[in-house]
């Protein structure tokens, strides 16, 4: 093919279908390389809409990394219907009066939950519980008791009051449920709610806006549609310091072997390195990432190579 295999797309996901249908959709574009692995980075629940980045070839080794960065999300909840699964397509547990709640109202009680925050996950969640998946326990109506859990909700804007529903825009950490947060802002606004939608916005400085829909990955001549939208693995990770290395160094870091900083011919600073991790690169080709310790708040130290790129 004339285009990368090796590397990341950005998808706006549909209502309706799960993150594995577009992965299903990605795989058949790319039919005459059945042997290549396609993945995603962050499920979107079939009633979410927004940005999933779908991983291409060696682009799976970039899950861990991706998924870091900050998500952004734009929700509404409505107060007043509580569903066991917390969003729109569990069954309905309880209803109850909503107040006369104002905007002010609304905006102050939000305030509790930006910074650091302790969740439960959802019961219908793919969080293992014992060995299993929640939501598969939870569809059989066994008990699943899910450990709280720290977040951090960056900011938490209310962006509409129309009452029963409330509208906000979330910048949040990994691992944090944006059907937990509704739930539990709905009882600290004195009733309960549930998520009646939600849309992923960014991930970390990748935006939806720039995302292909997927429905385009079912179309006649999808393939060619992709060329120009897939993201090499270089700039799959703009935020991380890069480090070049020869050629003849690539090749052994390649086959096992793990330089050393003086090798690298740099010494590098906490402002170098977010969360200390590096990109070795040989040109253009993205051929490892180091993950580094501080040596005595001085500086780093050569801690091992993370992922290696073929």
Known sequence: MEYPIDGILLIDKHEGETSYDVVKKAKHVFNARKAL???????LDPFATGL??????QGTKLSNFLMAGEKKYLATMRLGVETDTLDPTGQVVRTSVVPQLTPAEVRGKAKAFVGNIEQTPPRFSAIKYKGTRAYKLARKG????????????????????QLPDVTMKVNCSKGTYIRSLAADMARELGTGGHLISLRRIAIGSFEVRNALSSSALSQTGARSLLRDKIIPLRVALPGMYEIQVSEALAKKVRNGYQPTLKELNKGLSTSDCKDGYVKLMSADELVAIMKLKENGGIGYERLK?????S
């Open 142 to 161: 066994l008990d699943v008791d899910l450990k709280k859990r720290i977040v951090t909700v960056y900011s938490l804007e209310i962006m509409s009051v």
């Open 305 to 309: 190579i993370e992922r290696v790129f």
């Open 37 to 43: 692995k396609v993945g995603h980075a962050g499920t």
């Open 52 to 57: 999933l980045i779908i991983l291409l070839g």
